[in-house]
């Protein structure tokens, strides 16, 4: 998963008519540290969408606007729109993720 590293490239995904996923989390989040250990399965499975990841402590006005209070959380975007937030409190596992993108 490619890390976000501007605000310009996160602005230019989320823009785009294909659905990206953006994955909020921080380097001492230990729930992140386990969805790292899970995602990349579950990507192979949704490759219909992009992911990307951006440290919410780098952008906490990113954070603050999407109403990310939890992480790890998953959001959807496309056409600049959040389609779909995953909060934290429900991505614990890899089902709680698969549920919540088969559901989209």
């Excluded at 909020?24 to 579950?42: E, K, L, S, Y």
């Amino acid at each position: 998963m490619e890390e976000i590293k501007k605000l310009e490239t996160f602005e230019e995904l989320i823009s785009g008519n294909e659905p990206v996923i953006m994955k909020f989390f921080a380097g001492w989040c230990p729930d992140c540290t386990r969805m790292n250990m899970f995602i990349d399965d579950v990507i192979k499975d949704y490759s219909q969408y992009k992911w990307y990841e951006i440290n919410r402590d780098d952008f906490p006005e990113l954070a603050e606007k999407y109403s990310v209070m939890g992480i790890p959380s998953l959001l959807i975007f496309k056409n600049g729109e959040k389609l779909a937030h995953l909060h934290s409190a429900n991505a614990k596992s890899p089902e709680q993720v698969r549920e919540f993108l088969d559901a989209q």
